[in-house]
């Protein structure tokens, strides 16, 4: 009573397409949508890299603050009555990927015929040399082009000539393989491997038509953020070499999961294909708390450790047995041994997951009633300052 | 279908009409299902609504509501021209109390479709005449076009019925036949021994 | 069988007094093979009868589930499998009324004409097994014959005979044919002439009329409260006809009759439908009057309708537009609609319920025939094994319709 609450600063809200959206200061526009959980179309943008603005998909209408001119720009319009040009004016249209949030900002987005018209015209420039790969493509089915034609677009290109072929199917490194033709330069690849792997082996080549990714010069890429580049690839340029033609999107579901592969315990997302009950990759999924919105090379590819040089048969004595037997053989060993515990002791592997090793363990102090325990090592490996931790044991992150 | 239905259903039962919305041109009422044939009957025999053709009954499924079924019906007046969609909400995430008074004393086409909606979610008719399935099997096991129904689903083996001549209702197990049994019905031969 | 030459005593001789029982189907010849009538008899008189449907049942309603709205239209196709176009028109209709979006004129009279041929076909199928059943199976040829010229122009127009998936939301998947029009002109004289033909070997048959007239007769407000639509309703005397009543498509422009009857029995159902192919016909000879021959089939919204396939091998955007629509379906908008269109049978109706997504989260159908068979048993019992088959003849059970 005493000591009144600090009155809250006057909460900041911007007006996006008439919705009151509140934000922090230093917000871009996309940034205050993404966390009201609005989509503002965009290609380059990613919430854990810097703004490049090269791809215009997000721009948006600024409205002019109260008494303030709007910023307009001349145009000729085609006007079919007419069979000629007329000269117009038109808004300035702004990225709403750069441009930071002032209170009271009035934006329209979705409700503005010409960030509508914008976004049609983005969308036929970044289709205007893109290959017929759909049919082909690992992208297909979770691809932005695909998505944001049919959302803002739905035309065909005016453009009759033939485009402009580039190189496909480049190997950049160990797990990624890179198709220029696909790519859009958004630059999200080059700011991963600069920004996230601390390790800047890839760049952008020519401009225009003529612009792709490259690698240094005398390297490869492969850091060990490499898959990383993959993941924020919005359309199908950069491929994992692992899931590359392995799989088609539409096919698989996701379950949440957590990285085996060491201490840090980044969220994933598990893809499988329910018809045959096979994994086929992770996927980072966001946590800010652990891994934000990444994971490791060898915790994107550590799915492979369910299905692969794994014990899948049962054996007795090191010769194969069937389920039933195996289990009346334990059954036959683990009799009589709750009224003399210590003539038993359980082995908790690392290598297993928190909830297998808690079910063991329920199983034997329950069950068999055993009271030594012990739990298998794991030599520190390799670690770095991002994500990867020394330790490779999981359950040591829980 | 008729927007004015709708206001004479909200004037004469009030809150037993939950809620009403009108979508694409059809024009809905959600009833309580304790009034579901009270309401019926209102319909078909108000001069207002004069809802005589009966016109379809059927179910969905939704698992995550609760309640979990919706029973539709779908009514039409001849006179007037009007339609209407009548809707209640039972049963729980366990198809747990799904049940509603049947509409067969108030237009008898609703025997069937009722019997329909039984087999595929299991929904019982109280009061219905001769509640049983219609497209599946007796043995069929489980309601086909519940969501959690695997749609891969396969049936256990249905042995053949020994007993060709077992009655299924509305016979009972003596009517019919009783010359034939003396000699044919082993399943009785076998009771004997 | 025991051997008879056995010494029994007296008694043993006597006939039980008892009632009958008597399957009828689901393998008898009049039962489509689809259906089962157990009969309990008193000497010829049905004194109780159970009709059990469901040998048809394909899980219908819950396949649909598992595909994009597009995917329905073959299992649509395979409900009545005697007017299939009518099923494709029906359910397009109803997916278009979820999405609002009406298809352009050319198309609805293209559907128009397509659907009463089908319906053509359905009275003509219905009512040649008819009188196939009763023992004339020269009419049935006849009608045979007749629905051949129909089926003809259905090859021609779609690729298929029976089973055309021919139509789509948003359109159709074809335009119309240059020869479309002269084909039906063409045909329909056949037709008519052939339909003529049937009715003079039948309509002063005494055999024929004898288990017609005056059997299975059901009033006006049963046929109501039995959900009956359709020729089995008109033949009461109620002129419900969904085109008349609602009209959609372009049925408002056409000059039809609706034929009604008296009695509401075997014969009037029989001269309903016999009257409703001519019907169909001055509706088709409307229809190719006012029928544009050029012009749109398909709405023009690539999120409804496929591109042209040249325009998918050559260009990206034709492509994805081509991926999108098989691969995710047409987007329909969340809600629950029914539509009603007049099938052979009466009125066909789908409920649909979406999530907004290209999957419908239901598909229920309303088939007409499943309420007409449902009243059978009340119009067999007190009557004659004979008049069993006559009866059901003039239901028109189409197994696929009925079962699901």
Redesign the interface.
């Known amino acids: 009573m005493s000591n009144p609450a600090p009155t809250a600063p006057p909460k900041m809200t911007i007006k996006l397409d008439g919705r009151e959206i509140p934000f922090e200061k230093g917000d871009t526009i996309i940034r205050a949508a993404h966390k009201a959980g609005i989509d503002i179309p965009h290609y380059c943008w990613h919430p854990g890299l810097s703004v490049a603005a090269n791809c215009r998909m997000c721009l948006v209408e600024v409205l002019p603050p109260p008494g303030r001119p709007a910023m307009q720009l001349d145009i000729l319009r085609w006007d079919p009555a007419k069979k000629e040009y007329v000269p117009q004016k038109k808004p300035k249209l702004l990225p709403a990927c750069q441009q930071e949030c002032t209170p009271g900002m009035e934006i329209l987005s979705e409700s503005s015929a010409h960030v509508d018209e914008a976004r049609g015209a983005v969308q036929e420039l970044l289709l205007l040399n893109h290959p017929v790969d759909c049919p082909i493509c690992d992208q297909a089915g979770e691809c932005r082009l695909q998505d944001y034609w049919l959302e803002h677009s739905r035309k065909s290109k005016r453009m009759h000539e033939e485009p402009i072929h580039k190189p496909k199917g480049q190997v950049f490194g160990p797990t990624i393989v890179y198709d220029a033709e696909r790519c859009i330069v958004c630059t999200r690849c080059v700011r991963v491997s600069a920004e996230i792997a601390k390790d800047p082996v890839l760049s952008i080549r020519e401009r225009g038509n003529l612009g792709e990714v490259v690698v240094a010069p005398g390297r490869e890429l492969d850091h060990d953020y490499t898959l990383m580049t993959e993941h924020v690839c919005p359309v199908g340029a950069l491929t994992s070499a692992d899931f590359r033609f392995k799989a088609r999107v539409w096919f698989l579901r996701s379950a949440r999961t957590i990285c085996q592969g060491c201490a840090t315990g980044c969220n994933a997302f598990l893809d499988y294909d329910p018809r045959n009950n096979t994994p086929y990759r992770h996927r980072p999924r966001d946590n800010q708390e652990v891994n934000k919105y990444w994971m490791c090379d060898e915790g994107m590819l550590s799915y492979k450790n369910a299905t692969e040089k794994r014990q899948t048969s049962a054996l007795v004595g090191g010769d194969d047995a069937t389920l039933a037997e195996a289990l009346s053989a334990a059954k036959e060993q683990l009799q009589g041994l709750r009224d003399d515990p210590e003539r038993v002791a359980v082995i908790l592997s690392a290598e297993h997951s928190v909830e297998d090793n808690f079910a063991m363990l329920t199983l034997a102090r329950t069950y068999v009633g055993a009271t030594d325990f012990f739990v298998s090592g794991k030599p520190l490996g390799r670690g770095d300052a991002i994500l990867m931790a020394e330790d490779k044991i999981q359950i040591r992150a829980a | 279908m008729s927007q004015k239905v709708l206001e004479l259903l909200k004037a004469q039962f009030g809150s037993k009409i939950l809620e009403t919305s009108s979508q694409f041109g059809d024009d809905t009422a959600v009833v309580e299902p304790s009034a579901w044939r009270e309401v019926a009957q209102f319909l078909r025999d108000d001069s207002r609504c004069a809802m005589n053709m009966f016109t379809d009954i059927t179910a969905v499924d939704y698992p995550d509501r609760d309640p979990r079924f919706e029973v539709v019906c779908h009514l039409r007046s001849f006179d007037k021209g009007h339609r209407i969609r009548m809707k209640a909400r039972i049963g729980d995430e366990y198809a747990d109390g799904l049940e509603i008074a049947s509409l067969v004393p108030v237009w008898e086409g609703a025997n069937w479709f009722e019997r329909e909606c039984y087999d595929m979610f299991g929904v019982r008719f109280v009061g219905h005449p001769d509640l049983r399935r219609i497209l599946m099997y007796e043995e069929f096991k489980g309601h086909p076009l519940r969501k959690d129904y695997p749609a891969q689903q396969t049936q256990p083996l249905v042995q053949y019925r020994e007993g060709v001549l077992d009655k299924l209702a509305p016979f009972g197990a003596d009517e019919g036949m009783p010359f034939g049994r003396q000699t044919h019905d082993i399943s009785r031969n076998e009771e004997a021994n | 069988m025991?051997p008879l030459d056995e010494e029994l005593e007296e008694s043993a001789l006597e006939l039980?007094s008892?009632?009958?029982?008597l399957n009828m189907g689901p393998a008898h010849p009049a039962m489509h093979g689809t259906v089962r009538i157990?009969l309990?008899l008193s000497g010829e008189t049905i004194t109780?009868a159970?009709v059990?449907?469901?040998y048809l049942?394909r899980?219908f309603?819950?396949?649909c589930?598992?595909g994009t709205w597009t995917q329905c239209f073959p299992y649509v196709d395979r409900l009545n499998y005697v007017s299939p176009m009518l099923n494709n028109v029906g359910f397009a209709l109803a997916v278009e009324?979820?999405l609002?979006v009406t298809v352009p004129e050319r198309c609805q009279y293209y559907r128009v004409a397509l659907g009463e041929l089908a319906r053509i076909c359905d009275h003509l199928v219905c009512n040649g097994a008819m009188a196939m059943e009763l023992g004339a199976f020269t009419p049935f040829l006849y009608c045979a014959r007749a629905r051949e010229i129909i089926w003809d122009i259905f090859e021609e127009e779609t690729g298929a005979r029976v089973t055309h998936s021919f139509g789509r939301v948003g359109g159709m998947a074809r335009p119309p044919t240059a020869m479309f029009k002269d084909m039906v002109r063409s045909g329909l004289p056949r037709l008519l002439f052939m339909v003529g033909e049937t009715e003079k070997l039948l309509l002063k048959n005494r055999i024929f009329l004898d288990r017609l007239e005056g059997v299975g007769r059901v009033s006006k407000?049963?046929a109501?409260?039995?959900?009956?639509?359709g020729p089995t309703l008109r033949s009461t005397g109620?002129a419900?006809d969904v085109r008349r009543?609602?009209p959609y498509l372009v049925y408002d422009r056409m000059e039809f009759d609706v034929p009604v009857g008296s009695a509401g029995d075997n014969y009037d159902r029989f001269m309903c439908r016999q009257e409703e192919i001519r019907q169909s016909v001055r509706i088709l000879e409307q229809v190719l009057d006012q029928m544009p021959d050029s012009g749109p089939v398909n709405i023009d919204?690539?999120?409804i309708v496929l591109p042209p396939k040249e325009?998918v091998?050559?260009?990206?955007?034709?492509?994805?537009?081509h991926?999108?629509i098989v691969?995710?379906g047409v987007k329909v908008p969340a809600?629950?609609?029914?539509s009603y269109t007049e099938a052979g049978n009466g009125?066909l109706?789908f409920?649909l319920?979406s999530d907004g997504s290209g999957t419908p989260?239901?598909v229920?159908i309303?088939p007409p025939c499943?309420?007409a068979?449902?009243?059978l048993q009340q119009l067999i019992e007190g009557a004659m094994i004979p008049d069993v088959i006559p009866t059901f003849g003039s239901m028109n059970m189409i197994g696929g319709e009925c079962?699901?």
């Open positions: 025991e039980p008892e009632p009958m029982q157990v309990e109780k159970d059990q449907i469901g049942h899980g309603e819950k396949m589930e598992r009324k979820m609002g407000e049963t109501f409260a039995l959900g009956w639509t109620a419900y009543a609602h919204d690539p999120r325009e091998y050559t260009t990206i955007e034709g492509t994805i537009q991926f999108k691969m995710e809600g629950e609609c029914y009125e109706g409920y319920v989260y239901r229920r309303r499943f309420a068979v449902a009243g079962d699901h």
